[in-house]
């Protein structure tokens, strides 16, 4: 057994296991009590449907999150990015929100990841052209170019919100929360074949994002031609973090969290780092979600609030730190 698979095996066997774990707790847990509801009635069987769905739907958003989050920190090599540095949320929110406002959500599943796409990945080619003219891909120039844009993005959002009608109105601001719930099999399948498709090609470019996180020049010297691989790199982590903004709505701090967690226990090289981010970001966001059905009965409380109650002092954390958090 080489290095590498040693490390794959004492990593990511605790993590299958604590998977499995937690999406059996989510099938188990709901508003109504724990256990399973009974299969033998035609309500138990939507009532576990429903939950099979959530848990499923929550496992493929946070595998997307965590892996954005990755690539996003080995490319731009700061600590501090994850999924939304680049504008890329707020541009998926605004495209999804567009497709909600309009009603084509409801003409077919791929309506919603489709618009969320489209924005995001204008969004990103837009950073991306503003950040070249004021001086190239500079990391500091690119997170900068993100913020800014990001900004505009949220404002044309919320004025787009406030001439929405009341009904529309109140769907919307709840999905903006973040929340697993109002999902279907058509659209999780769709989501989960868009997230699987992007963690992919990190997967394919983990050489890549091991040499990048050293440097671009460094990268360039070790043979790697950024030139294709940064924007397809670029591309797929804001293929992931736009579909499980389009199903889930705002959910931060998953993709800033669980890359560093599994730094901090030694998993530097991509090719077990991106897998096992999956794995993580995954059980990560469904435990959160059974925190928010059951903390406050009969109330549930958006998965975006718990994750960032969970996420902003881990930031606050990392910001403090004395010395430099490794990439």
């Known amino acids: 057994m080489d290095k590498c698979t ?9 993590l299958l296991f604590l998977s499995a774990l937690v999406l059996g707790l989510g099938l188990l847990t709901g508003g109504a009590g724990f256990g ?3 299969t033998s009635t035609a309500t138990g069987r939507a009532i576990l449907d429903l939950r099979l769905c959530r848990v499923v739907t929550g496992f493929v958003v946070g595998a997307a999150l965590a892996c954005a989050g990755c690539a ?13 540095i680049l504008g890329v949320s707020s541009g998926g929110s605004l495209g999804a929100a567009l497709v909600i406002a ?10 919603l990841p489709a618009g969320a796409f489209v924005i995001a990945a204008l969004t990103l080619l837009l950073v991306c052209s503003l950040a070249q003219r004021a001086g190239g891909y500079a990391p500091n120039t690119l997170i900068l170019t993100g913020v800014v844009v990001g900004s505009m993005l949220s404002s044309l959002l919320m004025l ?11 769907s919307i601001t709840w999905w903006l929360l973040g929340n697993l719930q109002s999902t279907s099999w058509p659209l999780a399948a769709s989501i989960a074949g868009l997230v699987a498709l992007a963690i992919l090609i990190l997967c394919y470019e983990a050489r890549t994002l091991d040499a990048l996180s050293l440097g671009r020049e460094t990268a360039y010297h070790l043979g790697v031609q950024s030139r294709f691989s940064f924007p397809l790199i670029l591309g ?24 560093h967690v599994l730094r901090r226990v030694g998993c530097t090289n991509h090719r077990i780092l991106i897998p096992a981010a999956a794995l993580a970001g995954g059980t990560f966001l469904v435990l959160c979600d059974l925190l928010a059905r059951t903390v406050c009965i009969p109330y549930e409380i958006p998965v975006g609030v718990i994750t960032s109650l969970t996420g ?3 930031f ?12």
């Open 236 to 259: 797929a982590a804001t293929l992931a973090a736009a579909a499980a903004v389009s199903i889930s709505g705002i959910i931060g701090f998953v993709g800033l969290i669980i890359p």
């Open 160 to 170: 787009l919100i406030s001439f929405m009608k009341s009904h529309t109105l109140h």
């Open 6 to 14: 040693f490390r794959w095996t004492r990593l990511c066997a605790p």
């Open 102 to 111: 309009s009603g084509a959500s409801l003409l077919t599943p791929l309506a």
């Open 36 to 38: 399973l509801p009974d």
């Open 72 to 84: 996003l920190q080995a490319v731009l090599r700061n600590p501090l990015a994850e999924p939304y």
């Open 316 to 327: 606050l954390w990392l910001m403090l730190r004395k010395r430099e958090v490794p990439t």
């Open 312 to 314: 902003g002092p881990f």
